[in-house]
């Protein structure tokens, strides 16, 4: 089967970081990686949600009509999940989505350490409507904006890796999720500092999608 994995930004490098992170999570997979040129470059809030919907409803709808075998969405605000499901037949899977989801079959409290203030609002909702808020011990912001994933991953590493740290010293948690799917460039780093599990919601995502 092939799975589709739509970033519902317009910036492709990201694309690829993410597509590189579900082949490798999921080596038996086909995986394809689509960018939603229309959208925005970056998704930091609820406007860049709004205008980022459209687009990424025909993407969704697109990958239907191909007979893709699933779809994952990019973005770990999960945005428009429910309309995504409605377009397509085969699942759709949010990052976000799986990795709370994994975290909870694991039995384990955590942070999520994302990309700037405007995301915790929606993050939180989402992990109240997934019914998985006694997992959750805070949404935390790195200040690290999306597109500088990709300008400045050095020193976007170096950032998000304080505030886990922080995370793990002052939340009582066993794992730490990384709340933005351009992330996957740094997981691998923050493995190699932190004491807990480092949760990446493109690889969860990956490695659910290919057992529904």
């Not at 959750?136 to 590493?157: F, G, I, K």
């Amino acid at each position: 089967m092939t799975v589709i994995v739509i970033n519902p930004n317009s910036t492709a490098a990201m694309t690829g970081s993410i597509l590189a992170m579900a082949e490798t999570a999921a080596p038996g997979v086909a995986f394809e990686g689509w960018t939603s040129s229309l959208a925005p470059p970056a998704i930091q809030g609820p406007e860049d949600v709004a205008a980022a919907t459209p687009p990424l409803l025909e993407l969704v709808a697109q990958a239907a009509r191909r007979g893709a075998g699933g779809v994952i969405l990019a973005c770990f605000d999960d945005p428009a999940l429910a309309e995504a499901r409605a377009c397509a037949p085969c699942p759709v899977i949010g990052v976000g989505q799986a990795a709370f989801h994994h975290a909870a079959l694991r039995g384990w409290r955590f942070s999520v350490v994302t990309t700037l203030p405007a995301a915790i609002p929606a993050i939180e909702a989402n992990i109240r409507n997934y019914g998985l808020s006694q997992h959750l011990a805070r949404v935390r912001a790195s200040d690290v904006p999306v597109l500088a994933l990709e300008d400045d991953t050095e020193a976007a590493c170096a950032r998000i890796a304080e505030e886990a740290e922080r995370a793990v010293a002052e939340d009582d948690i066993e794992a730490v999720i990384l709340g933005c799917a351009g992330m996957a460039k740094v997981t691998g780093y923050l493995r190699t500092r932190l004491p807990v599990p480092v949760i990446d919601g493109v690889e969860a995502a990956a490695r659910f999608v290919s057992v529904l």
